[in-house]
């Protein structure tokens, strides 16, 4: 088969041939159609991650669509979406033409959303939503604040929102383009990011009317200072991604004063049936067009340019490798 392999830690894969996957007890041979390239598999593949260096050469792609080959749960040609472990433990991901699945993290597709659409919401459209119904247990009528929005996870986000009931959805952006990504998701308001935490505080007590409710936090850092300063009596704020930096300031009187409460989302905490629900919901609302996330898409033997583009954020949204049938 061929495949973006991985030879040194840092740099882009680059496309080769690779021996065809052996399908192991309890695993499923998937034909790969989709995947996306996504902030994780980067972070794995730098071999800086807290999830340990993985042994070089390998697949990466930590996410994808296709359909069944070969397997004991399920029939051939099964559309299937599907997640890995690649660049975590050892075993090749989802960018080739063919990928091993444990069976566990295999979820067959009903709705009608085509398949680069269904790569480019996957784990992203799954966080926002589980970070609003479960973490955060948004209500119907709350006002949700959406930081980092022009993202994938962001845009998610904005249209999970809406899905749950939001009364009001506020968004934060840093560019112009993401701003107009964030109004296509839907927000009722945007807000330029701005450097100064007093100059963005100030922003988005006058554009949200002085309080909200949830804030969901893709980036951390001065966008979640200003948001924690804003949060209504009883407000959320769930952290999600540290994508401008590791570190906030919290005051101490004001989530006390409001009853408020700062929490943390990782997907990694989702039992497999909690994942397999979220995604069957966001596809749900993603066939009706209620939510999206912008994306393009590049053949698999393009994946060195497009996992740079991805890394210098050269990609007006989610960038989705597509495999030739």
Known sequence: MFAALLHTHGEAPTYGARPD?????????????????????????SGTSYLGRPDVPYVPGVQG??????SDVMAPGTRVWFATS????????????????????LVALEAPVPDAAVAALGLSAVAA???????ARLRP??????????????????GAARALGAGRV???????????????????????????????????????????????????GVA????????????????????SGDEATFSSAVLRGRSAQIL???????????????????LAHAASGRLTVAYETQPLHSVADAWRRQATGGVAGRLVLTIAR
């Open 141 to 158: 009528t709350e006002h949700v604040l959406v930081l980092g929005a022009g993202g994938a996870v962001g845009q998610a986000s904005i």
């Open 86 to 105: 690649a660049g975590m433990r050892p075993g090749d991901g989802s960018l080739a033409e063919l990928c091993a699945v444990p069976d566990a993290d």
């Open 264 to 282: 943390g989302y990782t997907n990694n905490s989702l039992a497999l049936g909690q994942r397999r629900d979220a995604l069957a919901a966001v």
């Open 129 to 135: 939503w589980m970070a609003l119904s479960w973490r």
């Open 224 to 243: 979640a200072t200003a948001a924690s300063r804003i949060l209504a009596d009883g407000g959320r704020l769930v952290n999600i991604g540290g994508a």
């Open 65 to 70: 669509v296709g359909t069944v080959e070969e």
């Open 21 to 45: 996957p052996v399908r192991a007890p309890e695993h499923t041979l998937v034909r790969v159609a989709a995947a996306p390239v996504v902030p994780l598999d980067l972070l794995c593949a």
């Open 170 to 220: 506020t968004a934060v952006c840093r560019s112009v383009e993401a701003q107009d990504r964030a109004r296509r998701a839907g927000a009722d308001e945007v807000v330029p990011m701005a450097s100064d935490v007093d100059e963005l505080t100030a922003l988005l007590r006058e554009v949200t009317g002085g309080s909200v409710d949830v804030v969901i936090d893709p980036v951390f």
